[in-house]
């Protein structure tokens, strides 16, 4: 990577380059070769402002305390914001190895934030009200560039999906969607456990297994699908393995409910769709993820579950949790309004498009 970076300044310097965008991942190196070429940088964050602002308060904190993540009890104090919870920090960062992600990946890419022109941040501001003002008031990091909330971000062309004649023989709000993500492995004891859930709860579901899950042939999947299709479909539920279009699916009228680990681009397409969610968070930033969701009325997020695959959740009471998030009134009502002030935001004249408009004026103004 940083070979390739390497190459990147020639390039950029025989170009007529307006501003770079890069995520977070090449900062460091990124924030140089713009200072030396002067080029505005802006950072596209694709996680919440409340995980940016531990990200971006790691030098404060580590300055202060070089060991403040060998504790796991506790909490991380960051000035203006409200403390965060060491449960909910990644494990991966509590780490004591040489060369664990803190000091190699997150710190570097951290401190070289005062050189970055701005942040685009894939939330918007009714979700995270507090935490966005409190890092844009200079009160947080004085040194922290202007944070830009734009979202929810959507994909421009959402590919066709082959499930959706399924889904269109479905009553409206009557599936559950369930898909962890293409990197979380669920233990074969947890997947019974999941589908015993679906089935105490009665609904239909729509539940994507990856590849990489312990399910690994067909014949014991056709024992969770309870179908001897190869697809794994029957009238209740259907079981997918491999990717699907999840924005094409959330929009879909039958959907009701969906249960993820709460990495934020689902959190963001649940909230553009108004889909009440039962997060159960697995690693990363899916903790405070699930603490925002909950917060906001997009989902509920049963902490004593802790990390995925800490403990066995019984399917009773996955169960009764489905049967609370596809049947509750109030937390449907909650995700809807969640939906109204997404849909918003993005409108003209909303906050995420006015944000938008501010940064594309910026760009156009320094080359008028």
């Not at 947080?140 to 979202?151: A, E, K, M, Q, T």
């Not at 999947?221 to 959330?250: A, H, T, Y």
Request: charged letters at 20%; one cysteine or more.
């Amino acid at each position: 990577m940083n070979h390739s970076l390497d190459q990147l300044k020639p390039i950029l310097s025989s170009l007529p380059v307006n501003a770079i965008f890069s995520d977070f991942a090449i900062a460091v190196k990124l924030a140089e070769i713009s200072a030396d070429l002067d080029i505005p940088y802006y950072i596209v964050a694709t996680t919440s402002a409340q995980f940016f602002s531990l990200i971006a308060y790691l030098p404060v904190l580590t300055t202060e305390d070089p060991n403040v993540f060998s504790n796991p009890l506790g909490d991380v104090k960051i000035q203006e914001l409200a403390p965060i919870r060491k449960s909910s920090i990644p494990p991966t960062w509590m780490d004591d190895s040489t060369n664990y992600l803190l000091p190699v990946f997150l710190l570097p890419n951290a401190r070289s934030l005062s050189k970055v022109k701005g942040v685009l941040l894939n939330t918007f501001n009714w979700f995270e009200p507090e935490t966005i003002a409190a890092l844009n008031s200079g009160l947080v990091l004085n040194s922290l560039p202007p944070l830009f909330p734009i979202g929810p971000l959507r994909s421009h062309e959402p590919q066709e999906s082959d499930h959706l004649p399924w889904l269109d023989e479905k009553p409206a709000e009557s599936v559950v969607y369930v898909n962890f993500g293409s990197r979380e492995v669920m233990s074969t004891d947890q997947i019974r456990e999941l589908r015993k859930g679906l089935e105490i709860c009665g609904c239909n579901y729509l539940w994507v297994i990856k590849g990489n899950e312990n399910v690994h042939d067909s014949r014991e999947l056709q024992e969770f699908s309870g179908d001897s299709s190869p697809e794994g479909s029957k009238s209740r539920g259907k079981i997918i393995r491999g990717w699907v279009d999840q924005e094409r699916i959330l929009a879909h009228p039958a959907i009701g409910g969906f249960v993820n680990q709460c990495e934020w681009v689902s959190v963001m397409q649940a909230a553009w769709y108004g889909v009440a969610m039962l997060a159960w968070p697995h690693h990363c930033d899916h903790k405070m993820n699930a603490e925002t969701v909950e917060k906001a009325g997009l989902g509920i997020w049963i902490k004593d579950w802790g990390w995925g695959g800490e403990k066995l959740v019984d399917g009773k009471e996955i169960g009764l949790l489905l049967e609370q998030i596809m049947g509750d009134w109030d937390i449907k009502k909650a995700a809807k309004n969640v939906r109204e002030k997404a849909r918003e935001a993005c409108e003209v004249g909303g906050s995420s498009e006015k944000v938008l408009m501010k940064v594309i004026a910026m760009l156009t103004s320094k080359h008028k």
